[in-house]
Nanobody, 128 residues
Framework: VQLVESGGGSVQTGGSLRLSCSASGFSFDDDAIGWFRQAPGKEREGVACLSPLGHRNKYYTDPVSGRFTLTRDDAENTVFLQMDRLKPEDSAVYYC?????????????????????WGQGTLVTVSS
């Protein structure tokens, strides 16, 4: 699996950004794909994910629920993270991940130890 992220940048509070993750060697039918982020001095935390289980369930962590939206383009094997109403605390490096485990993103469990593949990361900076 190879993941290539893009779309990071700098915005002011309340602004929007859309991150993209282009995946190769990945199947929407079998694998979970999602996003983690890491701010300076903090541990990596989950953001959102798309599971192959159920009705292609989407999961969002509490800090971003209602503001971030995950979508996909099957033809391009790409997922998008639309980030609206951004806050300074959203500033971080955002990583696209693929998780093939049964106890991680597939069931909406955000644990940084379970993803198999990580992208290179893209920086998001939100200024107040």
């Amino acid at each position: 699996v190879q993941l290539v992220e893009s779309g990071g940048g700098s915005v002011q509070t309340g602004g929007s950004l859309r991150l993209s993750c282009s995946a190769s060697g990945f199947s929407f039918d079998d694998d979970a794909i999602g996003w983690f982020r890491q701010a300076p001095g903090k541990e990596r935390e989950g953001v959102a994910c798309l599971s192959p289980l159920g009705h292609r369930n989407k999961y969002y962590t509490d800090p971003v629920s209602g503001r971030f939206t995950l979508t996909r383009d099957d033809a391009e094997n790409t997922v998008f993270l639309q980030m609206d109403r951004l806050k300074p605390e959203d500033s971080a490096v955002y990583y696209c991940v693929v998780d093939r485990s049964l106890w991680g993103l597939k069931i909406g469990r955000f644990d940084a130890s379970t993803p198999d593949t990580w992208g290179q990361g893209t920086l998001v900076t939100v200024s107040s």
